[in-house]
């Protein structure tokens, strides 16, 4: 059964960093292309990061663009998320999720399957 493990959330200052973990089992991360998301508590779901199978393109939303970066380690079908200079609107749970998809590029949309949500909160 393919599942989706999130991890790495955590309470951090503003202007501090973490690093987000997803974690593949069932599958072969190496056929997909994945992304994160993250919900603000009253807010919709946003997309915020996603990289393609091969890793060779990424694509940010533009209010993370400079702060996060989207990796990926295929051989241990997992896929990170570091947040530097974390800001108080960067609290949300974060998702990550996956598509199955052969394009070279990715978009902030359309993904099937989803992790369980890890919580991040920027406070002072």
């Known amino acids: 059964q393919l599942q989706l493990v999130d991890s790495g959330g955590g309470l951090v200052q503003p202007g501090g960093s973490l690093r987000l973990s997803c974690a593949a089992s069932g599958f072969t991360m190496a056929n997909y292309a994945i992304a994160w998301f993250r919900q603000a508590p009253g807010k919709g779901r946003e997309g915020v990061a996603c990289?393609?199978?091969?890793?060779?393109?990424?694509n940010y939303v533009d209010s993370v663009k400079g702060r996060f970066t989207i990796s990926r380690d295929n051989a241990e079908n997992t896929v990170y998320l570091q947040m530097n200079s974390l800001k108080s609107e960067d609290t949300a749970t974060y998702y990550c999720?996956?598509?199955?998809?052969?394009?070279?590029?990715?978009?902030?949309?359309?993904?099937?399957?989803w992790g369980q949500g890890t919580q991040v909160t920027v406070s002072s």
């Open positions: 999720a996956a598509k199955n998809s052969v394009a070279g590029y990715c978009h902030l949309r359309g993904y099937t399957h």
């Open positions: 990289i393609t199978r091969s890793g060779g393109m990424t």
